[in-house]
C-alpha cells in the first residue's frame, strides 16, 4: 500500500508560502503589433489588468483574441474579450435590450454565456446546445431584453476558455432605483490562472486525480483502500492517518501548486486596489469566477453585511466570512474607517489566496494573513448523517464511474463547510440566506425529479446518476410546471451546480423557500432541494461548475417544452 510506512506518508516539501504570488505589476498583457491593433486597443500598448472597462449602453462590440499575458514571470497566451482580463463590465438597465456583437478573432470556435441571465434559450451561448458557437472569423449577435436587475458576470462556454481569461463582470441597473444605499461600488472577480495548458492540467487530473493535492495525497488511496480492504478497515486506517495529523481530504483538485489567485486580474503581489473615504458604505460585488476554485472571503477589521446573493436582494445579515463556489455571486456593504484593510480570499484547499486591499490612497496596505490550516472531512463528509429519507440509487450508479454512494444524506444548510467550521468566525452558511420577497410562484411542487451527484475518484470521472453527459439523455420539463429537484451528492466535493435560464429557489429540509439562485453548491454527502418553475421553453445546460468537472461530464441538458 503506497502510504502505509510513515516514510511514504511525507509530504511534498512545498512550503505554501513557495507557491506563486504573481508578478508586482500583475499580469500587464503584452503590446499588440500596431498593424492589428482594433480599435478598443489604441490607447495603450499594454492592456490593464486590475482595472477593466466599464462598457454601458445597449450596444456592445466584444472581440475575443488570443493574447499574451505574464501574471507569474512566464510570458503565456492568453483568451481576452476586448484585451482585458477580466472582460469588461457590462452595464445594462433593467427593461432594456441589449445588444452585444461578438467577434471571434482567434483560430477555435467560441461562445459567451451570460450567466444567471434569463433570457431566450438561442442567445443564452452554450455550444451544441444554443447555438452552434462562434466560428473563428465570425460575428454572432447576441440580443435579449434585460428583465432583471443586480450582480451578474458572463463567460466563455467552450472548451477551457474561461479558464484562460475568458470572463467579466455584468452590473444591472434597476429600472426604480437601487434598494440598496452606497456611496461606492466595487466589483470583485476572484478567478484562478495557470500557466499550464488546461488541457494539460485535465489530462494530469485524469491520470492521477491527487496530482495538485500536496496536502493531502491520500483520498484515492482511501478509496482505493475501500474498494479492496472494506469500508470498516479503510476507516481504520484512517484513524492511523488522523494518529500521524494526516487525513483524507479531498478539497479541491487544482492548487496553487499550478494556480496563482487573482483579484480582478491582480496577482497577490499585484495588490488590487479599491478605494474608499472612511465612514463610506461601500458596496463590494464579489463575483466567484474561479474555474476550479472555492474561495473562502474576509476583510479582518470589518464586518460584512451581505445583502444580494446571485443577483436576488437578500435579508441583509453581517458575517465575518463567507464562501463562495464558481459561478456565485455575493454583495456585501463593509464601512471601513481606517486607512487600509486586507481583502483576503483563501481557496479552499488551503494552499493560496487572492488578495487585494481596500484603501483611502493607491500604495497602501494591510497586513495579510497566513491561510488557515487544511481542516480535515469528516464523517459527515463521507457518509452522510442520519437523515431518514428513502435514498434512490439509480440503476446506472452501479458502475465502474462511481465509487461511492451516499445511504444517509445529510439535509442540513447551516454548515459552513469544510475549513470553515468552528474557526471562531461568524462564517455565512445557506441556511443564512433568505430572497426579499419570498418564492416567485406560489405553487408547491407539482412533481419531484432527484439527481445524483457522482464520481469516480481515482479515473477523475464526473457525471450525475453514474452517466456522464455524453452517456446522457435530456432531462425534460414541461412548459410552466413547477418542480422540485432533489439533488444528492455521492461524492465528497462540493458541487456549485448550476442551472441555466431558470432559477433554482433553494427550499430549508422542512420545505420552506430560502433563497432564489442560479448556482447551488451542494455539500459532500449532502442532500439538497429547490423549486424550479420551468418557465423557460428550449434547451438548456445545467452543470457543475467547476470547470474541469463539467469537462469530465458533470453536465446534462435540459428540455422545456
Ligand atoms: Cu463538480
Known amino acids: 500500500m503506497k502510504h502505509s510506512t510513515p516514510e511514504s506518508l511525507a509530504l511534498p516539501n512545498l512550503p505554501r508560502r513557495q507557491f506563486v504570488q504573481g508578478l508586482a505589476a500583475g499580469g500587464a498583457l503584452l503590446g499588440l503589433s500596431t498593424w492589428l491593433k482594433p480599435a478598443w486597443a489604441e490607447q495603450s500598448n499594454a492592456t490593464t489588468t486590475g482595472a477593466a472597462p466599464i462598457l454601458s449602453g445597449t450596444e456592445f462590440d466584444l472581440t475575443i483574441t488570443e493574447m499574451p499575458v505574464n501574471f507569474t514571470g512566464s510570458p503565456r497566451m492568453a483568451t481576452t474579450i476586448n484585451g482585458s482580463i477580466p472582460a469588461p463590465t457590462l452595464r445594462w438597465r433593467e427593461g432594456e435590450t441589449v445588444t452585444i456583437r461578438v467577434t471571434n478573432r482567434m483560430s477555435v470556435s467560441t461562445s459567451i454565456h451570460w450567466h444567471g441571465i434569463l433570457l ?69 472577480v476572484l478567478s484562478d490562472w495557470t500557466d499550464e495548458d488546461p488541457m494539460a492540467v485535465f489530462k494530469k487530473l485524469k491520470k492521477q486525480s491527487d496530482y495538485y493535492n500536496f496536502n493531502e495525497p ?35 483538485d487544482v492548487s496553487a501548486y499550478t494556480y496563482t489567485y487573482l483579484m480582478n486580474g491582480m496577482t497577490p503581489a499585484g495588490n488590487w486596489t479599491g478605494l474608499f473615504k472612511p465612514g463610506e458604505r461601500v458596496r463590494l ?20 453585511t451581505v445583502v444580494h446573493v446571485d443577483g436576488q436582494d437578500v435579508e441583509p445579515i453581517t458575517v465575518d466570512e463567507f464562501r463562495c463556489g464558481p459561478g456565485e455571486t455575493y454583495d456585501v456593504i463593509v464601512t471601513p474607517e ?5 481583502i483576503f480570499s483563501q481557496s479552499t484547499e488551503r494552499t493560496g489566496y487572492a488578495r487585494g486591499t481596500l484603501a483611502t490612497k ?32 439509480a440503476k446506472t450508479e452501479y458502475g465502474p464511474s462511481v465509487d461511492m454512494r451516499v445511504d444517509k444524506p445529510r439535509t442540513n444548510l447551516d454548515d459552513p463547510g469544510i475549513g470553515l467550521r468552528n474557526n471562531g468566525r461568524r462564517v455565512l452558511t445557506y441556511a443564512d440566506l433568505h430572497t426579499i420577497g419570498g418564492p416567485l410562484d406560489p405553487r408547491g411542487a407539482e412533481r419531484e425529479i432527484e439527481l445524483h451527484l457522482t464520481g469516480n475518484m481515482e479515473r477523475y470521472a464526473w457525471s450525475i446518476d453514474g452517466l456522464s453527459f455524453g452517456q446522457s439523455t435530456p432531462i425534460h420539463f414541461r412548459h410552466n410546471e413547477r418542480l422540485r429537484v432533489i439533488l444528492h451528492n455521492d461524492t465528497m466535493m462540493a458541487h456549485p451546480m448550476h442551472l441555466h435560464g431558470m432559477w433554482s429557489e433553494l427550499e430549508s429540509p422542512n420545505g420552506e423557500f430560502m ?38 461530464g458533470m453536465f446534462r441538458e435540459v428540455v422545456v417544452k
Not at 374 to 388: I, Y
Open 285 to 304: 460585488r464579489f463575483i466567484s469566477a474561479g474555474t476550479q476554485s472555492y474561495f473562502d472571503v474576509r476583510i479582518p477589521g470589518l464586518k460584512m
Open 338 to 342: 481606517d486607512e487600509a484593510y486586507t
Open 218 to 252: 491520500t483520498v484515492v488511496d482511501f478509496f482505493r483502500d475501500v474498494s479492496s480492504d472494506g469500508f470498516a478497515s479503510a476507516m481504520k486506517k484512517r484513524h492511523m492517518w488522523n494518529k500521524m495529523r494526516m487525513s483524507p481530504t479531498d478539497l479541491a
Open 515 to 552: 433563497a432564489r439562485r442560479h448556482t447551488i453548491s451542494v455539500q459532500p454527502a449532502q442532500r439538497i432541494s429547490f423549486l424550479v418553475t420551468a418557465d423557460a421553453l428550449g434547451r438548456w445546460a445545467w452543470h457543475c461548475h467547476l470547470l474541469y468537472h463539467m469537462y469530465a
Open 362 to 393: 493607491a500604495g497602501l496596505s494591510a497586513a495579510v494573513p497566513e491561510v488557515d490550516e487544511p481542516q480535515w472531512l469528516g464523517m459527515a463528509d463521507m457518509s452522510g448523517g442520519m437523515a431518514a429519507v428513502a435514498v434512490r440509487h
Open 120 to 188: 431566450p434559450y438561442q442567445m443564452d451561448g452554450v455550444p451544441g446546445i444554443s447555438f452552434p458557437g462562434i466560428a473563428p472569423g465570425e460575428t454572432f449577435t447576441y440580443r435579449f431584453k434585460v428583465e432583471q436587475y443586480g450582480t451578474y458576470w458572463y463567460h466563455s462556454h467552450s472548451g477551457f476558455q474561461e479558464q484562460t481569461g475568458m470572463y467579466g463582470a455584468i452590473i444591472i441597473d434597476p429600472a426604480a432605483g437601487d434598494s440598496i444605499h452606497a456611496d461606492r461600488d466595487h466589483v470583485v
